[in-house]
T-cell receptor, first 113, second 114 residues
Framework: KAGVTQTPRYLIKTRGQQVTLSCSPI?????VSWYQQTPGQGLQFLFE???????NKGNFPGRFSGRQFSNSRSEMNVSTLELGDSALYLC????????????FGAGTRLSVL | AQSVSQHNHHVILSEAASLELGCNYS??????LFWYVQYPGQHLQLLLK??????LVKGIKGFEAEFIKSKFSFNLRKPSVQWSDTAEYFC????????????FGTGTSLTVIP
């Protein structure tokens, strides 16, 4: 079974631009969660989607948004990029029941210049 | 909101030394507990998990963790580390009643010296 796939692996953007990251979960998984990983903060939860609906949301500004498609693939969008948005963005998928094991992708490394 | 504390930020050990990494969480309800590992250049992988039952759980590569409910702790242990255990270790907590929102600690960087 293929793992969680995130594209692209690397992105370089400038301040003020917007960016869209993509995540394909493991086949059969219906829940997709997004995290921001930075050296000082560790992993911080952005949001979770389940059956195309946002089920949970972390404490991030509205510039961070996401969506999930009927095939469970998910996208995350960040608008009006700031220097502080530079981070590794991780996607994790799970079967869907609450508290199940999350399987992580390799991440998208976003650099904002 | 839940939070997770990992008190050891950087740990350096010689091969064959014993390892214990601390993890404490703040949440009074039912929790699922996890340890994830991130080897250099690799993605996060599950090391072990606790859902219920025996509070001493065993994971891959000889790791184990003990859930002590009264102390809100889930410490990771390994009796004898190897150079290949060099990695970053993350403790995570989830409340099964709130979907798949996981709270992670800031991580512990382990360096094992051959």
């Amino acid at each position: 079974k293929a793992g969680v796939t995130q594209t692209p692996r690397y992105l370089i953007k400038t301040r003020g631009q917007q960016v869209t990251l993509s995540c394909s979960p493991i086949s059969g998984h219906r829940s997709v969660s997004w995290y921001q990983q930075t050296p000082g903060q560790g992993l911080q939860f952005l949001f979770e989607y389940f059956s195309e609906t946002q089920r949970n949301k972390g404490n991030f500004p509205g510039r961070f948004s996401g969506r999930q498609f009927s095939n469970s693939r998910s996208e995350m969008n960040v608008s009006t990029l700031e220097l502080g948005d530079s981070a590794l963005y991780l996607c994790a998928s799970s079967l869907g029941e609450g508290g199940g094991i999350q399987y992580f992708g390799a991440g998208t490394r976003l650099s904002v210049l | 909101a839940q939070s997770v504390s990992q008190h050891n930020h950087h740990v350096i050990l010689s091969e064959a030394a014993s390892l214990e990494l601390g993890c404490n969480y703040s949440y009074g309800g039912t929790v699922n507990l996890f340890w994830y590992v991130q080897y250099p250049g690799q993605h996060l992988q599950l090391l072990l998990k606790y859902f219920s039952g025996d509070p001493l759980v065993k994971g891959i590569k000889g790791f184990e963790a003990e859930f002590i409910k009264s102390k809100f702790s889930f410490n990771l242990r390994k009796p004898s580390v190897q150079w290949s255990d060099t990695a970053e270790y993350f403790c995570a907590v989830n409340s099964p009643n709130t979907g798949n929102q996981f709270y992670f600690g800031t991580g512990t960087s382990l360096t094992v010296i051959p």
